[in-house]
């Protein structure tokens, strides 16, 4: 099955992409990762303000940098505990299974998958994927997004699910990838309990440990042709990386970490 189903798996830099090609490759066979670089942060906070404004983009870098580049030093222990406890492996993709692209939406990762004509893209941690990309082949795309769509489309949708008492939408999702921001049908979908030492450094994590299962179910269903698509709710929201002052006042107030 492995070698005759061919998995391309396209990702960005992290750990997250490290314990998906693990998790993929002994359960399906990737036949390539294919792994992009990390965006001129100028260039990303330029295309940011143009959507958000200054002021909510300096609040957002101010967090960054003040608070959530220390949370995730100090939530190294519970990192290390969620990966022990869900038997995730964060080892290195090997030099010999990646392929380095300039962005996900390149002329080079086009061709790579034009080249090679996988049966199914795993998505992980990649800018949005263009309409060329999706275009560009004819199989199946799906990610793991870490929230419950549609309701909590963009980064953080558990964070931002408990910010709102939404714990019924705390979760992660398996969907299939279309040209919008996390708009493609839903696979599968499952809800999850934060434990106390949990935080915004760490709900990505547990998100993903619960979504990996899931995201077998999907791979699954693709190869044995049974895929069905699921409602979600009827709410939709893009969310964004919190403000510094946003992120104190539903920490002292709302008791959200």
């Not at 990838?177 to 915004?200: E, R, S």
């Not at 994590?205 to 179910?217: E, T």
């Amino acid at each position: 099955m492995g070698s005759d189903y061919k998995i391309v798996l396209l990702c960005g830099e992290g750990q997250s992409s490290n314990i998906v090609y693990n998790f993929l490759h002994p359960n399906f066979g990737v036949h390539l990762a294919i792994k992009e670089e990390k965006e001129n942060y100028r260039v990303f906070l330029q295309r940011r303000i143009k959507r958000l404004g200054i002021v909510t983009v300096l609040g957002q870098v101010a967090f960054q940098l003040l608070l959530a580049k220390p949370m995730t030093i100090f939530s190294r222990k519970r990192n290390n505990e969620i990966i022990a406890n869900n038997y995730l492996d964060s080892t290195a993709i090997p030099g010999e299974m990646l392929r380095i692209v300039p962005s996900i939406n390149s002329v080079k990762t086009i061709q790579l998958l034009s080249e090679l004509n996988p049966d199914l893209i795993i998505i992980n941690g990649t800018r949005i994927i263009s309409s060329k990309v999706l275009k560009s082949v004819s199989c199946t795309f799906i990610n793991i997004h870490a929230g419950i769509t549609p309701k909590y489309r963009g980064v953080h949708g558990a964070y931002w699910a408990l910010t709102q008492s939404d714990p019924a939408n705390c979760g992660v999702t398996v969907h299939l990838v279309d040209a919008g921001i996390d708009t493609g049908n839903i696979l599968y979908q499952q809800t999850i309990i934060p434990a106390k030492n949990d935080n915004y450094a760490t709900y990505p994590l547990v998100q993903l440990a619960a979504g990996l299962p899931l995201l077998k179910k999907a791979i699954d269903d693709c190869i044995n042709k049974t895929v069905t698509v699921r409602e979600g709710t009827a709410e939709s929201h893009l969310w964004y990386h919190p403000t510094i002052w946003s992120y104190l006042y539903n920490r002292i107030v709302k008791k959200v970490k």
